[in-house]
């Protein structure tokens, strides 16, 4: 059985940890096969990423949890000025897992 997850309720969610500044979120698929939720997140500098994984990872039921983070300063924009998700997922090669307990 699958879950129907919206992309925009997770940034909604990821907005909601105090020390974020912005959040988004993208389906990136590999293979035919494989595809992975990947959570991206700009934070104040002075934050421990540490300390934001473990805050996320209390946020999310398992189903819909980002598989994979990336913590960045501030992520690239578009021309109208919103978050640029095809330059994020360039990035993807520096993502991290998840932190699980």
């Not at 698929?29 to 805050?55: C, E, H, P, T």
Request: aromatic letters at 8%; one cysteine or more.
């Amino acid at each position: 059985m699958g879950y129907r997850v919206e992309l925009g309720e997770i940034e909604q969610t990821l907005s909601r940890v105090p020390e974020m500044t912005q959040a988004a979120a993208v389906y990136h698929r590999r293979y035919n096969n494989y595809s992975r939720l990947i959570g991206f997140v700009a934070a104040d500098a002075s934050v421990d990423d540490r300390d934001i994984l473990d805050k996320l990872a209390n946020f999310f039921p398992d189903y819909i949890a980002p598989s994979r983070w990336v913590i960045m300063d501030a992520p690239s924009k578009n021309s109208n000025g919103k978050i640029d998700k095809h330059a994020l997922l360039g990035t993807v090669d520096g993502v991290r897992p998840c932190p699980r307990d």
